[in-house]
């Protein structure tokens, strides 16, 4: 099966690769702020990573997921736009100027996409986009005051200072007079367990700032809990909230595997979850089942609150079929946790199992997705060349 899957992996990346195309600038990611007449110019390189040359052309298109509907890419020019038989050993070059309108009447952020493409050739084939398209986004102020904000808490371990993130963006054409937030956190059942109140700040039209400060956690029994953030701005409220975990040094044992064929090596996990919220190294479980031999997992470390599998091998000893005992002692920082658990022994079908996960299911698909497409492009080529050659042999 793992034989199966290299062959299927490498053919992907053979045909993906056989016409990628890149793009390189010193910044993919540009932001504008719309001012009337404003002009801008940016410079990219083309990258090939395939071994035919290629014909490859710019576009630039606008955006239909960033929520705004008027055409900005007009204002747009690329130059040149076209470029014949590039090769792999060099790096052709292109700019984008950028002229904008007296005014744009749709507020927001219009977003453009800048990339090349294959340009089709007359034996037909597939256009491949770049891999990694440059955006530029446009920000078109509101009238009044419009506040854009980000709210970011951390999760933290009993005891510790819990910081606290309020980012803010004015993108109104109006002045923000006076802003300022109150921070409450809830437990479980919904009781107010901490409060806080920040700074007050002004924002001028397109100025942005993060307010921040730190919280306690002194009193506070792990679990979780939930920070909501009240925001004032001259008049005005807005209201954001975040999920947040007080941590305590514990790792708990979820899941496990449930079912061992006698008398051979078996792999098996121990699914685990961590309530620390820092990085615990060396992790490891021991298992021993019906009191005979302890089969130990490769130590693995641990992140923050992090779910993950411990995996091992155990050579499961001649049982007989049925319900036994597993013995489960996880280590970690220097603690340990007994559980046991319930196990089956069963014996070895005599028809091979094909277990197939949904990953590797949908990876089977766009294979064979991908096997179609290339058969019916090759049965057009065929058929285009037959008629060809009918139209130009002589009568």
Known sequence: MK???????????????TYAIGLSSTSLNNEVFFEPNIEATYYYSILLY??????????????????THQNVSRYFTAEPEFFKNVDKSIRPSFKVVMNLPRELNEPGTHRVKIGVVEMPKETGGLNVRTAIESLISIQVPYTGKFLRYSFDIKSVNRGEQIPVALSVHNLGIEKIDELYAEIR????????????????????????????LNMSSTGLMPGNYVAEAKIFYDGK??????NFKIGKLE????????????????KFFIEIESEWAEKIRGVFAEVTIANEETAKTISKDILGFERTNLEGFYNVPEL??????MLVVLHYAGEKKIKEVDITIENESRLPKLNVSPLQAAFLVVILIILIINLILFTILMRKKNEHEKETKPK
């Open 50 to 67: 395939n071994v035919e040359p290629l014909d490859v052309q710019v576009y630039v298109v606008d955006d239909s997921s960033d929520g």
């Open 320 to 325: 007989r079929p049925g319900k036994y005992k």
């Open 185 to 212: 956190a809830f437990d479980y059942n919904k009781n107010e367990v901490l409060f806080a109140k920040t700074e007050k700040i002004s924002l001028e039209s397109h100025q942005d700032n993060v307010l921040k």
């Open 3 to 17: 034989r199966l899957w290299t062959i299927l992996g490498v053919f992907l990346i053979s045909f993906f690769t």
């Open 251 to 266: 790792i708990n044992v979820l899941n496990q595997t449930t079912i061992f064929v006698p008398g051979k090596v078996n």
């Open 237 to 242: 409220e807005a209201t954001t909230a975040q």
